[in-house]
């Protein structure tokens, strides 16, 4: 199948701000399934997210890729900021733009969350209605667990810069920042041993990277649990699971995602980071066109139809 690889820059609205992305879309008129796809913690649209929806526009399946306000080229501020309801309603905002765009069966929408998106794209499908499939990989699913994966020094330290951060916040003053990825004992948001040189390794050559955030974020990240909201997904799912993962502890995450009605488990002897690259990331992204194709199938006469019917409507 024919299709651009160079996606279009796209911009949507989310709260008083615009949010960007890139859309990619296969060729012929569509209407095409379209995946709505963003990254995990402190990840921007460019960190390996165009592998997967490179791989996914070749089977027929148009992608709008996005950065979440506060990151990226996306507008915002304080920059750097992770803010859930922020990105829940990021995602909101995207899911119902994504259904406005020509050539799109917005009948057709898939979510596609990776570590912390992959939390969000669960939490969202106990809430959306109308998706037609969720790809969730290497999903955050338990605040708790997560925060224990962290060793009880930097936790400490941590959650006292969050404290004068937040304080700060409510007088106007300057974001206290921290690391999204460190090194073991450093005061970060992830200090997992693979954390750090698996999150830069995500960075495209040449690219830059700013791996710090506003330390208020670590008193919100304990009291997130999108993995208790599982049993309530209508939407068919797909959870792409490592067994190793430093990050978001597969136990918790496997106890959560079996309440899914509808859901496919795929588990990986790989670590958190290693699945976006190499051959993990061919077993992934295979597994993940596998279900895609099962589940959300590209019938290029359908599409034809479907594309007369919405330009008749």
Known sequence: MNYSDTPS????????DHCVADLYLPDG????????????LGGTRNMRLPAFA???VEAGYACLVFDYRYFGESEGYPRQLIDISCQLSDWKSAIAFARTLENVDESRVILWGTSFSGGHVLQLGATEANLAAIISQCPFTDGLASGL???????????????????????GAKPRLVPVAGR?????????WD?????????PPGARVVNLTPARFALDIIRYYPGRRTANINAPVLCCVCNDDSVAPSGKTLKHIARIPKKEVRRYNHGHFEIYIGDAFEEVVEDQLDFLKRVVPVDLKTNKKRYEQKQGA
């Open 149 to 171: 994966a962290v060793s009880p020094w930097v936790s400490l330290k941590l959650t006292g810069v969050a404290v004068l951060d937040r304080l700060g916040a409510f007088v």
């Open 195 to 203: 954390a750090y040189d698996g999150y830069l390794n995500l960075v």
């Open 54 to 56: 490179t791989r996914f």
């Open 29 to 40: 008129n569509g209407p095409h399934p379209i995946i709505v796809m963003a990254h995990g």
């Open 9 to 16: 820059l796209v911009r949507f609205k989310s709260g008083s």
């Open 184 to 192: 073991a004992g450093e005061t970060a948001l992830m200090t997992a």
